[in-house]
């Protein structure tokens, strides 16, 4: 949920990146996207010489996690789109949920494809886009209430913490590999760089899990403002 802390205070009055967030996300969009994201490992999700295509993209609640998608697919041109998680929409405020709506709409012009909405099931359509050599986009970092989910527990900057499973056993149902990614913001050139890893078995999911949770330790503990969620605790 949206945060509505105050600036820190000092001589220097820095913006919590929280509201660095709310800000950017109204202007989400493809030029955005080209002007404020650098990618490394970009060659990772090239399989012009695998017999894999497609896969499934996960990453944490982190950083402007829906501009890492618009970049995805503004600047490498990537058949990407992701799971939106929506079954909380219900236990929000009516303010709350307007905002979230309109991001996800916004992020539907610039994705792929429109995202997929977790209220409506849609698994086997989700199945169909990845075998069709699609890149489909998961945060890890979800709990929804009344459904169920499998969990599964992962070391995290020498924490004990739980993670939903159901987008790498899609992956695996789908036979396409996994990826990471994580995006972070520097402050002082107003920029983002998108870190991806991969690709990753499917077929030992929950160990490939653990090996892009590991890729994303540094960015993470650097910035750790940037966690949309207190994951040691919820999680």
């Keep these: 949920m949206r945060s509505n802390s105050q600036p820190a205070s000092g001589t220097q009055k820095i913006r919590s990146y929280r509201s660095v967030l709310d800000e950017e996300l109204a202007f989400l969009s493809s030029s955005f996207a080209q002007k404020k994201v650098n990618i490394k490992n970009a060659n990772c999700l090239d399989q012009t010489n695998s017999t894999l295509r497609g896969g499934v993209i996960l990453f944490l609640h982190f950083g402007n996690f829906f501009l890492s998608g618009a970049a995805l697919k503004a600047k490498l041109d990537i058949p990407y789109t992701a799971i939106a998680s929506t079954a909380n929409f219900h236990v929000m405020s009516k303010t709350e949920s307007v905002f979230w709506r309109k991001i996800h ?17 849609n698994y086997k359509e989700m199945l169909r886009f990845l075998k069709g050599g699609n890149f489909l986009g998961s945060a890890m970092d979800v709990i929804e209430l009344n459904r169920k989910h499998k969990f599964h527990r992962f070391n995290f900057l020498c924490n004990e913490i739980y993670l939903q499973t159901g987008p790498a ?4 149902l789908a036979n396409v590999p996994l990826y990471g990614m994580i995006i972070a913001y520097h402050r002082k050139t107003q920029k983002h760089t998108l870190h991806l890893s991969g690709p990753y078995s499917s077929i030992d999911y929950t160990n490939s899990m653990q090996q892009i949770l590991n890729n994303m330790e540094e960015v993470v503990s650097q910035n750790m403002d940037q966690l949309f969620h207190d994951i040691f605790r919820l999680f």
């Design 105 to 121: 709409k916004l992020a539907d012009k610039i994705y792929a494809k429109k995202m997929f909405r977790t209220e409506k099931n």
């Design 169 to 172: 056993r899609l992956a695996k």
